[in-house]
C-alpha cells in the first residue's frame, strides 16, 4: 500500500468548511483513497473512498487531484462533533484486496472551536 | 450499515489474571476479523488477524501465547490477554468487512475496550 502523508493536526471554526489535505505521490494505478475517522475512545469510522474521480456523501467530500497524487477530504460545514483523528488510507479496492487490514497511519488531529 | 460490536467497552483487572475480549459481527458472516492495538495519542496498530476454523496470524512482536484470539464462529472472534500486566493496559479495537458480494466496500470497526491492568 501506498505511503501517505498528513498534517499532524489542524483547527477548523464551527461552521466553517474544513480541508484536509494528504499526500500519497506514490499511488499507484489500482488503489483508492480511503477516509476514516476516529472520534476519541471509539472505534474508527468509515467516512469516504474514491480511485479518481471527486466523491460526496451525506458526511464529506473527496477531492483527488488530476495526476492522484494528493487528496483532500472537505467537511463542509464543521460541528464540534467532527472533532477527531482523520486518517487517510491508500490501499486496493477492499472488496477485491481479500481478507487484508487497514493500515493506519498518525492521521490528523481536527480540532473543531466553536 | 454493518456492525461490528465488542464486549466490554471498558474492563479493569488485577496484574497476573486475564481478560477475554469478544468481537461480533451482528448482521454479516466474518471469516476474517482484525485486531487491532491503541495506546494513548498514538495511531491503531495491527496484532493480529483472526481467521474462523484457524489459526490467528500475528504480527511481528505480538506475543502469540500471551494474546488468545479464538475464532470458533463466523460471527465471533474472542481476544484474551492472558496474565495481564500493567503495560498491557491500551484500547483494543476489532474489524471486520462483509464479503464482497454484498457490495461494501468499507471495513467496520467495534467501538473498542479500553483495558486497564492494575
Redesign the interface.
Known sequence: DAKTTQPPSMDCAEGRAANLPCNHSTISGNEYV?WYR?IH??????II?GLKNNETNEMASLIITEDRKSSTLILPHATLRDTAVY?CIVRV????SG?T???????TRLSVIA | GAVVSQHPSRVICKSGTSVKIECRSLDFQATTMFWYRQFPKQSLMLMATSNEGSKATYEQGVEKDKFLINHASLTLSTLTVTSAHPEDSSFYICSARPPGAAGHTEAFFGQGTRLTVV
Open positions: 480511503y476516529q475512545s471509539q472505534g474508527p469510522q468509515y473512498h486518517y479496492d477492499l472488496r477485491n481478507n487490514p487497514l493500515v493506519f497511519g498518525k492521521g
